[in-house]
């Protein structure tokens, strides 16, 4: 059928049914020749695999050989070390390749959810679809947080809101966790601290999910916690807008379809864009943040002390999200710091 029109007679309906089955039996055939060709060329790279695997043990014994060949008498230590010099370069390729070419399930976190698969892509744009599809997430997700904010600010005697929204927050970062994970074999220069980052938040979500919204503590404590929220989703909105921008200035420099060779330069884009007024903007919300985050470990260790003082039961879920808050709270500070120090100095050397 070459244009979509209107059928107007009985003779007009049949022709255009059987054009159908014509062009169906045409894409049919097509869908069995790309099937054939792909799976020819996946038989490639799996023998590519295979073969990378092979040179690497390969490498490997012969550098053990070298160290039994170095205390041999009368063998040169300074050819012996020439030799194990010339063979870095070799064992780079060989990781490089291998982390472009070997399918990858990635993490356990991911191996639980989806069991032993491949979540490697190897079609062209898709990698940068997964990361704006991830950013897409964060961008639609992120007012429904903030609508939680809201709602429990208005009520906050309700336990079954409370319950729903630890759900909720429960499943958010569950997913960030995976698409990061995923991200991350497919190229992606995610620091590893910023996927442990939403693993320690699923398990502040978890804690607070088991604390009883009656515990004296936990409705003491209950305001704090808002607020707490509501700035980190105002600041989540606004890392999402950074994170956007950065893409956005990617696709402008034309380096997004780098991300289609993963690995091939240093990280799979080299997405770093340096000290960006974006990024000098974010900083002083993220700091406060990450101190909220202090502080709020800092309120949590008081409370459990107090308790320990009165020599009454210790709630478990109080010391844990203790111990959660002052981990993300330090570990967000350090990586945010590096970074920040990190992006000064390329800015420097430029
Ligand atoms: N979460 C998810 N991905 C992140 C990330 C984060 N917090 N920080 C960086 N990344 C990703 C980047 O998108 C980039 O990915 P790519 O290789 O797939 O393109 C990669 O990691 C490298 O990024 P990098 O150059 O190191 O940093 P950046 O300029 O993208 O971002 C910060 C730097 C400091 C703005 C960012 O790390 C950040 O927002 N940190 C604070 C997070 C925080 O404190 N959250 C808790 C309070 S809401």
Redesign the pocket.
Known sequence: MSELHEVRTLDEAQKAVQEMLQKQTQMQNTAHTIKQALNKDYAILDSLVSDISKQKKELERLSRSLTKIEKLPGQSKEEVDKLQKQMHPVRDTLKKLHHQNAPETGSLFVRLFLGQVNVKQFRDGERFRL?QE?EKFKRKTNPQFMLFIVFLYFFPKSDALITIWQIWVLYYYTT?ALR?NI?KVN?????IW??L??YLSITAALTMLLWPPSSYVFQNLFYTFIFFSGA?GL??IL?NR??QG??YK?VAMGKANM?DVAGEAE???G???GW?PS?MF??PF?LF??FF?LYISYELFSASYSQFRQKEWIEWQCIASAFVFLT?GIG?LV??IT??L??FEKHKKH
Do not use: F, P, R
């Open positions: 990361k991830y960030l990061e991200l190229g992606s220069t995610i620091k910023w996927i980052h939403h980190q600041v989540q890392i950074y994170q950065q893409l990617l991300m990280g799979w884009l997405s770093d864009l960006t990024a974010l900083l993220l943040v990450q985050q993300l967000n990586t945010t970074t920040y990190h992006k």
